[in-house]
């Protein structure tokens, strides 16, 4: 039996941000402690006492607006359900507004061990502008609180591209947040979801090009990799060691159970989603769930998942398809988006700025 991750989807926010189209709703006491009950039903429900976790993943949402001993209950159920690894990675998101030092502590003592901080940016006029409610001066301190209460595996995340966002600018966040207590980075180009507020001609006007993203994203990666934080995926860097393994669960097509409204899983052979719907979320006994795929993580599905690591694709996985891809791999290698070594092909920084349109190439063709 394949060991197990949990992902948590924790779906309440002090204030929605205008790009983000995350499930979340607004934070109530009530409201927060009668998901904490149904999330604790349905571990119970999904219980397998000889299945190990080795992963948990509380992610948003801002599931650091939770209390520490609803964190905790969470995380003991799944003790009691399930056997939690010693040496789990446990992961929780946390906006740097909802975090005191105390609050720090306690959740260390609960079990958290691995902190995802949401920073976004370095600079204050940023931050207001993508609807942020922390300053550049409340990140840092975040981040060095959670260092004094023990927490030594600590994620930021960092936001490129934005409206009218310059490389002079960029390379100061980056200076700034590398020179903090962190393992890793989480780094995302800044997207217009439809729906969002941020979908808008003022916004959009204001972004800049692909050759100007294409610039700030390469610019990312060198300063990110000087300072030791070297890439292991389209968006996501770290120092040696401290790859986030829940995450890897994804991109290598390995189980996780989701939990909580809008949470997806890979689980005993399925892929289902959870309805975006909390209030039905609560009223259940059980969650209401979706299949997406009856039969998970095929050649194409596998492929395109393993292509977004940096270690990429080995090509001995899906024998039978060796040759179309190896077919594919000069005209791609010539323009600089992929590399091989006959065993194994991956992405390039070029490559993974243009992942969707290569991977589709490269797989779907």
């Known amino acids: 039996m394949r060991d197990l991750g949990i992902y948590i989807h924790v779906p309440f926010c002090g204030k929605k941000c205008g ?27 999904y219980s397998e006492a000889d299945r190990k976790v080795d992963t948990v993943y509380l992610g948003g949402g801002t599931p650091s607006l939770l209390t520490s001993m609803q964190i905790e209950s969470i995380l003991s159920e799944i003790r009691r359900s399930f056997l939690l690894d010693q040496q789990a ?68 995340d960092l936001m490129i591209a934005l409206p009218e966002q310059k490389p002079e600018s960029l390379q100061y966040s980056v200076e700034k947040l590398t ?26 006007r204001k972004l800049p090009d692909e050759d100007g993203t294409a610039e700030l994203y390469f610019e990312m990666v060198q300063l990110l990799e000087k300072h030791g934080f070297m890439q292991y995926e389209v968006s996501n860097f770290a120092k040696e060691g401290y790859t986030s393994r829940h995450n890897c ?64 694709l080995y090509l001995d996985d899906f024998p039978e398809h060796r040759n179309e891809i190896e077919k594919k791999l000069p005209s791609l290698v010539n323009a600089g988006y992929v590399q091989t070594d006959g065993e194994s092909v991956w992405l390039t920084p070029k490559g993974f700025l243009m992942s969707n349109s290569v991977i589709g190439y490269l797989v779907f063709d």
């Open 249 to 312: 669960r994804y991109w290598k097509c390995e189980d996780y159970l989701g939990i909580g409204p809008a949470a997806h899983s890979c689980y005993n052979g399925k892929r289902f989603a959870v309805d975006r719907d909390i209030t039905g979320f609560i009223r259940s006994g059980i969650q209401q769930i979706t299949v997406t795929d009856e039969n998970p993580c095929g050649f194409e599905e596998y492929a395109m998942l393993r292509l977004r690591l940096k270690e990429g």
């Open 89 to 156: 990675e446990i992961t929780m998101e946390a906006n740097p507004c909802t975090i005191s030092a105390e609050k720090l502590s306690e959740l260390r003592n609960a079990g958290v061990n691995r902190l995802s901080i949401g920073v976004q940016s370095m600079i204050d006029s940023e931050l207001k502008m993508l609807g942020r409610v922390h300053s550049a001066e409340r990140a840092v301190q975040a981040v060095l609180d959670a260092e004094r209460a023990g927490f030594e595996n600590i994620s930021c």
């Open 179 to 204: 020179k903090l207590p962190i393992k890793h980075i989480s780094a995302y180009i800044l997207k217009t979801e439809e729906g969002t507020p941020f979908d808008c001609d003022e916004i959009k």
């Open 19 to 45: 790009y983000c189209d995350f499930y979340s709703v607004k934070w109530t006491k009530q409201a927060a402690e009668d998901y904490t009950a149904a999330v604790l039903r349905n571990i119970r429900h």
